[in-house]
């Protein structure tokens, strides 16, 4: 065992506090990763706060992780020390169940959440708010040269999230496609679905941020608080990617789309939603959900973004200022993402 440094939450709602873990043994399968950067995705705050049910801890939160390996197991050959690696929101999975041999492994019966999971040795997962992680070599991503590592810790959550639904969706030329919140994931769904080729129109509460959604590749901005909004494009979307963490009101916006058209959720509220069904009959149409990607999915997003050049929005936040950035995420004041510099720790 090693004792390393990480900020965790002692108990529900409380105030994240500097403390120390233990990280297993490096075994022959395992990677030892320096974290140096970890980002801070709006789903640390709902486990943290329990807002999804009875939670682990003290829990580290974290399942953003961009680091350097600093030591590899004795079978692993696909990393050596010196390697730039990401780890994303799950560790292990047992490959062989119908979701691995699938090739989704993200959907394992048996799979280990980075943090807020017990892992197969029993003792609790801790994510990526520490100086260290030991991590499955096979759970473990290459984050290529070109995509700063700062940058592309978010990547590990937002980017996989949005980028799953969009290629599963075929967005690209020919497609209009909308993404709902502009925050931590919506701004990393704007850059694919643009990068990808589509027809891109970001769906928010106000136009405040309607320069920066531009700027990031939308061809389009309208403000949901604005009835006009939903009459203008009635019927015109072939895709819509909802990032909100709230209730909506699904029908307005499943009247937004085109004949058979589909409105995907990523967004995970804390209360129940409610839906008329003619909404979903009336037109052929498709409400979905997608959960983050498989080890090879979130591979190829790295890869795609380092072909066009992709990163986070970010803003480098001191360990000491965790606490703080958790208020700010809940005020909708960040632009997009806040990082931890695991230096600071």
């Known amino acids: 065992m090693t004792t390393v440094a990480a900020y965790a939450a002692p108990a529900a709602k409380a105030p994240l506090e500097r403390t120390t873990i233990e990280r297993r043994p490096v075994g022959p399968n395992d990677v030892l990763i320096e974290i140096k950067y970890a980002g801070i995705c709006h789903s640390d705050i709902h486990q943290a706060n329990e807002g999804w049910g ?19 197991g004795s079978a692993v050959t696909k990393f050596q020390a010196g390697d730039r690696a990401g780890v994303g929101c799950f560790v292990d999975s047992c490959g062989t169940c119908e979701a691995c041999l699938s090739g989704q492994n ?32 096979d759970h473990t991503l290459r984050i290529p040269d070109s995509i700063p590592l700062d940058v592309a810790a978010p990547l590990l959550c937002a980017g996989i999230t949005l980028y799953s639904p969009l290629k599963r969706w075929q967005a690209g030329p020919g497609k209009k496609v909308a993404i709902l919140g502009l925050g931590g994931l919506g701004h990393m769904g704007v850059k694919i679905a643009h990068a990808l080729g589509a027809e891109v129109t970001v769906l928010s509460q106000t136009l405040r941020k309607k320069d920066d959604g531009l700027g990031l590749g939308a061809d389009h901005y309208y403000a949901t608080s604005d009835e ?20 909506l ?21 804390e209360e129940p939603n409610s839906l008329n069904m003619f909404g979903l009959i009336g037109g ?13 999915e979130t591979q190829e997003m790295l890869d795609f973004c380092a072909e066009h050049s992709l990163g986070a929005e970010i803003e480098l936040i001191r360990a000491d200022q965790i606490n703080e950035a958790y208020e700010r995420v809940l005020a909708s004041d960040v632009r997009y993402r806040f990082v931890i510099d695991t230096a600071t720790i």
Request: with cysteine; charged share 15%.
């Open 54 to 72: 009875e939670a682990i801890f003290p829990m580290v939160p974290g399942h953003e992780i961009a680091g350097v390996i600093t030591e590899v």
């Open 106 to 137: 993200q959907f394992c019966q048996d799979g280990v959440s980075t943090y807020n999971a017990i892992g197969r040795d029993g003792k609790p997962a801790y994510g990526g708010y520490s100086t260290h992680i030991v991590v499955d070599a």
């Open 228 to 247: 006009d909004t939903f009459k203008q494009l009635a019927g015109s979307l072939d895709l819509i990617v909802s990032t909100v963490s709230a209730p």
């Open 249 to 269: 009101d699904l029908g307005a916006y499943l009247s937004l789309l085109k004949t058979g058209g589909a409105f995907v959720n990523v967004g995970a509220p």
């Open 284 to 296: 052929n149409k498709i409400l979905a959900g997608s959960m983050i990607g498989s080890i090879a």
